[in-house]
């Protein structure tokens, strides 16, 4: 007679069903991490290089600000959780991150060619927002 299931005297069968559901459930968790960590770069932005440059130890509680700038138009965009902003506009928004987390810095990532004026007025509202820690996203060659 055939009996289902794996018992007595034969090897115990690997179940293959909890596994799979355990493999996906980490497939999403990796999935929604990393997309959301990585949409706050910019990848068409061409940071400027700085041999000496130190890597950073580690992006927690880092507000990152975007500056893209087109020298043909002569213009700058700036943006900030994936959103194209005034960087005087996000001081209330930048105010609450302190309050939630009192090490929160800024992360300015500009182009290469920006004129100062777009990064200075990034560096402005984090002041008045009560951030004094502000480091700048360069690539070292």
């Given at each position: 007679?055939?009996?289902?299931?794996?018992?007595?005297?034969?090897?115990?069968?690997?179940?293959?069903?909890?596994?799979?559901?355990?493999?996906?459930?980490?497939?999403?968790?990796?999935?929604?991490?990393?997309?959301s960590?990585?949409?706050?770069?910019?990848?068409?932005?061409?940071?400027?290089?700085?041999?000496?440059?130190?890597?950073k130890?580690?992006?927690?509680?880092?507000?990152?600000?975007?500056?893209?700038?087109?020298?043909?138009?002569?213009?700058?965009?700036?943006?900030?959780e994936?959103?194209?902003?005034?960087?005087?506009?996000?001081?209330?928004?930048?105010?609450?991150?302190?309050?939630?987390?009192p090490?929160?810095r800024?992360?300015?990532?500009?182009?290469?060619?920006?004129?100062?004026?777009?990064?200075?007025?990034?560096?402005?509202?984090?002041?008045?927002?009560?951030?004094?820690?502000?480091?700048?996203?360069?690539?070292?060659?």
């Amino acid at each position: 007679m055939a009996s289902g299931g794996g018992g007595g005297d034969g090897e115990p069968e690997f179940q293959i069903a909890p596994m799979i559901d355990v493999l996906l459930v980490l497939l999403i968790f990796f999935m929604s991490i990393a997309t959301s960590s990585v949409a706050r770069y910019d990848p068409s932005i061409q940071v400027p290089v700085a041999p000496d440059a130190n890597k950073k130890d580690d992006s927690e509680g880092e507000l990152v600000f975007n500056i893209a700038w087109r020298a043909d138009d002569r213009a700058a965009t700036t943006t900030y959780e994936e959103q194209v902003v005034v960087p005087a506009d996000t001081v209330p928004t930048l105010m609450a991150r302190k309050k939630a987390n009192p090490q929160a810095r800024v992360l300015i990532r500009a182009d290469a060619g920006t004129p100062v004026r777009h990064v200075q007025a990034v560096v402005e509202a984090a002041a008045k927002a009560g951030i004094n820690d502000v480091t700048f996203a360069t690539v070292a060659r």
